[in-house]
């Protein structure tokens, strides 16, 4: 009896301590699986030097040669505005540690696609307040067909989906909080994510306004409720 229930409190504190650090684990997880399977198309396939891959026609090479080539001719900051000025730096300053650019490249696509998934789950458990359907959610996510391709090679979607989501997060969690007031700094900061998201994809100017309207509905509900008025 004594060893069950010594083997009960054993399983009790394992799994207070995975919850605990889920996230980081989760992170661990994915930045391996989108890491590794970025090397297995890039160093195993010959479609990563072609400008119009056989993935859906993505120009792979185009954007691999904007972040990585200052020199480069950038034809298409029309629809990508912002997606050189900022993401051509991180990469500058990360070659100075990885002599492989492509290496690079596939690394900070897994730390940024890896981030996404773990504000999927923190979206879900603040929303839901369920770690099992946080997890199952968060997972589909992270193994679903776009999240996985367009991680492992050079592509724009997973900083464009990063911002967004962070705005989501963002957004959700001040609608949580007891003050229903919107700070300049809360401002400033939905904008500048919502500058970031658009200056990736200029689309995203469109979705951007979703997180934003929703907010606004929430603080409206929230002034106009009788406790508030109270």
């Known amino acids: 009896m004594r060893f069950v229930l010594k083997n009960l409190i054993s399983l009790e504190q394992l799994n207070s301590f995975s919850k605990k650090y889920f ?23 010959d479609f990563f030097e072609e400008t119009y891959d056989i993935m859906f026609g993505a120009d792979t090479m185009r954007v691999y040669l904007d972040m990585t080539d200052p020199q480069n001719f950038h ?23 990885f002599t492989n650019p492509k290496i690079t490249v596939l690394i900070l696509e897994a730390i940024i696609a890896s981030s996404s998934v773990c504000l999927i789950f923190s979206i879900l458990k603040r929303l839901t307040n369920c770690f099992n359907t946080s997890v199952l959610c968060s997972l589909m996510y992270g193994v679903c067909f776009s999240s996985l391709l367009f991680a492992s090679i050079p592509e724009l979607y997973v900083f464009s989906a990063f911002f967004q ?30 500058t970031f998201a658009t200056g990736i994809n200029i689309i995203n100017g469109v979705t951007f306004l979703f997180p934003i309207i929703y907010l606004l509905i929430k603080q409206f509900s929230a002034t106009c409720s009788p406790r508030s008025r109270e």
């Open 165 to 194: 989501i962070l705005l989501w997060y963002l957004v959700i969690r001040k609608t949580q909080l007891t003050s229903a007031t919107i700070t300049n700094k809360e401002i400033f900061i939905f904008a500048t994510l919502g």
């Open 23 to 45: 996230i980081f684990i989760l992170f661990i997880i994915f930045f391996i699986i989108y890491f590794c399977t970025g090397l297995c198309l890039t160093f195993h396939n």
């Open 75 to 97: 034809y298409r900051t029309r629809v990508h505005p912002l997606a050189i000025i900022l993401i051509q730096p991180i990469i500058i300053l990360m070659k100075s540690l």
